[in-house]
T-cell receptor
C-alpha cells in the first residue's frame, strides 16, 4: 500500500544550526511534493513545491530536495531560529490536483536558544 | 484581506446531533476542500468541490455531508452517523490548478463530543 513516513519524534536543534527533516514514501510515483508548516491550533501554511524533474528548490532559508530514486525528500532550514519551531508536513501529489494530495503525519521541530 | 474563514473555532456536539462547520473564502478560488486531522495521523480528505453545485467524496466521507451553492461557501455538516467526530477540521481552497495545486487553509474548527 502507499505510505508516507515522516519522523514522528520531535527534532530538537540549537538556534543557528541547520534543521533537516525527512519525508520517505513507498509505492508512489508523485508528480509533485509539497511542504507545509503548521503551528499548534492553526491550519497548515504552504512553503515549497518541488516537481519530480527538479532535484532542489530554494526559498530564502529553506531548501527542499527530491530524490525519486531513493523515494525521499529532505527539507532543510538553515540558520534556524526559535520562530521556526512548528510541525512540518510533507504532501505527495500524484496528479497535479489537490484532490490527489496525501499528507504525512508531520515532524515537530523545536529550535532552542 | 483575502483568505479563508472558518467558524466557529470550537464546537461541541451532543450525541445524535448534526452540526455544521462554516467555511467562506473571498479569493475567487474554484476548488475547495475539507480535511480532518487527528493526533498522530496525516490530514485526511473528507469532501472536495471543484466547481459550484458539484462536489466529490474524499477518502472518509461517511457520516459527513457538504453543499456548494455559492463559489465562496463550502459548509460541512457532521451528521449523527459519524460516530467518532472529535477532530480538528480544516477547510482549504486551491490555486494554480494543473501546475501543482497549493492549498490555502483556514484556521480550523476543533469539534468535540459532549
Amino acid at each position: 500500500s502507499q505510505k508516507i513516513e515522516q519522523n514522528s519524534e520531535a527534532l530538537n536543534i540549537q538556534e543557528g544550526k541547520t534543521a533537516t527533516l525527512t519525508c520517505n514514501y513507498t509505492n508512489y510515483s508523485p508528480a509533485y511534493l509539497q511542504w507545509y508548516r503548521q503551528d499548534p491550533g492553526r491550519g497548515p501554511v504552504f512553503l515549497l513545491l518541488i516537481r519530480e524533474n527538479e532535484k532542489e528548490k530554494r526559498k530564502e532559508r529553506l531548501k527542499v530536495t527530491f530524490d525519486t530514486t531513493l523515494k525521499q525528500s529532505l527539507f532543510h532550514i538553515t540558520a534556524s531560529q526559535p520562530a521556526d519551531s512548528a510541525t512540518y508536513l510533507c504532501a505527495l501529489d500524484k496528479g497535479g490536483t489537490a484532490s490527489k494530495l496525501t499528507f504525512g503525519t508531520g515532524t515537530r521541530l523545536q529550535v532552542t536558544l | 484581506d483575502g483568505g479563508i474563514t472558518q467558524s466557529p473555532k470550537y464546537l461541541f456536539r451532543k450525541e445524535g446531533q448534526n452540526v455544521t462547520l462554516s467555511c467562506e473564502q473571498n479569493l475567487n478560488h474554484d476548488a475547495m476542500y475539507w480535511y480532518r486531522q487527528d493526533p498522530g495521523q496525516g490530514l485526511r480528505l473528507i469532501y472536495y468541490s471543484q466547481i459550484v453545485n458539484d462536489f466529490q467524496k474524499g477518502d472518509i466521507a461517511e457520516g459527513y455531508s457538504v453543499s456548494r451553492e455559492k463559489k465562496e461557501s463550502f459548509p460541512l455538516t457532521v451528521t449523527s452517523a459519524q460516530k467518532n467526530p472529535t477532530a480538528f477540521y480544516l477547510c482549504a481552497s486551491s490555486t494554480d490548478r494543473g501546475t501543482g495545486e497549493k492549498l490555502l487553509f483556514g484556521s480550523g474548527t476543533q469539534l468535540s463530543v459532549l
